[in-house]
């Protein structure tokens, strides 16, 4: 898809207006630096690549968290458009990924010239939400004889 059919309602949003909550972000970045490639065990216990890539524009800059062969598409001194990304809090620090449902693309224009890396919003500590899970709590689990008396007691 080139620019010209881009849809009108996929607005770009500037790094430094992302927040902890963001979703389906649609931004144009440039590629700052590629950390060490590091080696992860999923859930399912296959071994996956990761690295960091520090983007950004003119208004700040982000670790953008790269997969498996996402890493060799991208290199250095890259424009990227990330179409419906999202940011997530990792050890309390803002990523930005691309995930299952984003994409991304190298542009041949530099739109970017210069990246704003004082103001790394990766840097900053955030407080992550605890997750809710579904069904009852460890506590809240009741044995034969206190289900029996909470319904006695519920009957008079």
């Known amino acids: 898809m080139s620019d010209k059919e881009q849809p009108e309602s996929e607005e770009l949003v500037k790094v430094e207006k992302l927040?902890?909550?963001?979703r389906e972000i649609n931004t144009i970045v440039k590629v700052v630096s590629k950390s060490e490639v590091r080696n992860v065990t999923g859930r399912d216990y296959s071994v996956h690549r990761v690295l960091d890539a520090l983007v950004g524009d003119e208004?700040?800059?982000?670790?953008?968290?790269?997969w498996d062969d996402n890493i060799d598409k991208i290199n250095e001194e890259a424009t990227l458009r990330i179409t419906n990304g999202y940011i997530n809090l990792f050890r309390g620090n803002?990523?930005?990924?691309i995930g299952k449902y984003g994409s991304f693309q190298l542009l041949k224009e530099?739109?970017?010239?210069?990246?704003?890396?004082?103001n790394n919003l990766s840097d900053k500590r955030y407080e992550q939400e605890r997750r809710e899970y579904g069904g009852?709590?460890?506590?809240?689990?009741?044995?034969?004889?206190?289900?029996?008396?909470?319904?006695?007691?519920r009957r008079y």
């Open 19 to 22: 927040t902890s909550n963001s």
């Open 59 to 66: 208004t700040g800059c982000v670790y953008l968290t790269l």
């Open 94 to 97: 803002m990523r930005l990924n």
């Open 110 to 118: 530099k739109p970017i010239t210069e990246v704003n890396t004082e």
């Open 136 to 153: 009852r709590r460890y506590g809240d689990r009741r044995g034969y004889q206190q289900r029996r008396n909470y319904q006695q007691r």
